[in-house]
């Protein structure tokens, strides 16, 4: 078998970054946020991370602080979730997993307080003036904030490796959908791979 599979521009090299999104202490402990499978991806998006943590860049979902705070429906978001605002969960667990911030530094954040990193944000200017153009996607959920990053990604023009397993959502249905739509409707600008391809390709001096 190859061991590129899925790579359909070849091995990835210093022109790529892992961006790992939102693997938070708020998806992964016992909140009503809680990612089931987070637990079981973290595995392989610590065996990435640890292949160059310096080219890695942990996303974190940053809630309102309280109930109220935002604007528009985002206001009524929160009235909803009240108890996943910053006063209530307190501001540690909107830091990543443990197994994961022990790589930070060298690794780093990017907070943001929507589910895209690239609304509202130069993200996409530091990572071209960085003279990035591919991105390794890990993270959760597989069918929100992985979608809204990823699909930011495309628009940008980036080379999007979407690692399969390494990806965590709350809701079989909705992760199995989405996987369909990532492998297929979108298959010229998103290559699937899985964390083994990553790991033998990804190496560069």
Request: charged share 20%; with cysteine.
């Amino acid at each position: 078998m190859s061991k590129n599979v899925g790579l359909r521009y070849g091995a990835p090299g210093a022109s790529a970054v892992h961006l790992c999104v939102d693997m938070q202490r708020m998806f992964a402990e016992r909140t009503e946020w809680k990612m089931p499978w987070l637990e079981r991806v973290l595995p392989n998006t610590v065996s990435i991370t640890s292949l160059h943590p310096e080219r890695t860049i942990f996303t974190r979902f940053i809630p309102a602080q309280h109930s109220g705070q935002a604007i528009g429906m985002w206001r009524r978001y929160y009235e909803h979730w009240a108890s996943m605002t910053i006063d209530e969960l307190g501001a540690d667990m909107m830091n990543v997993v443990p197994a994961l911030a022990r790589f930070a530094p060298p690794a780093r954040f990017f907070d943001k307080r929507v589910y895209s990193p690239w609304t509202g944000s130069d993200l996409h200017r530091q990572l071209r003036g960085a003279g990035i153009d591919t991105l390794i996607i890990t993270g959760g959920e597989t069918d929100v904030c992985v979608l809204a990053t990823m699909m930011g990604a495309v628009d940008w023009g980036f080379r999007v490796l979407l690692v399969t397993d390494a990806l965590c959502s709350s809701a079989d249905e909705t992760h199995d959908a989405m996987m369909n739509v990532y492998e297929n409707r979108l298959g010229q600008q998103v290559e699937c791979v899985s964390t083994e391809t990553i790991l033998e390709n990804w190496r560069f001096k």
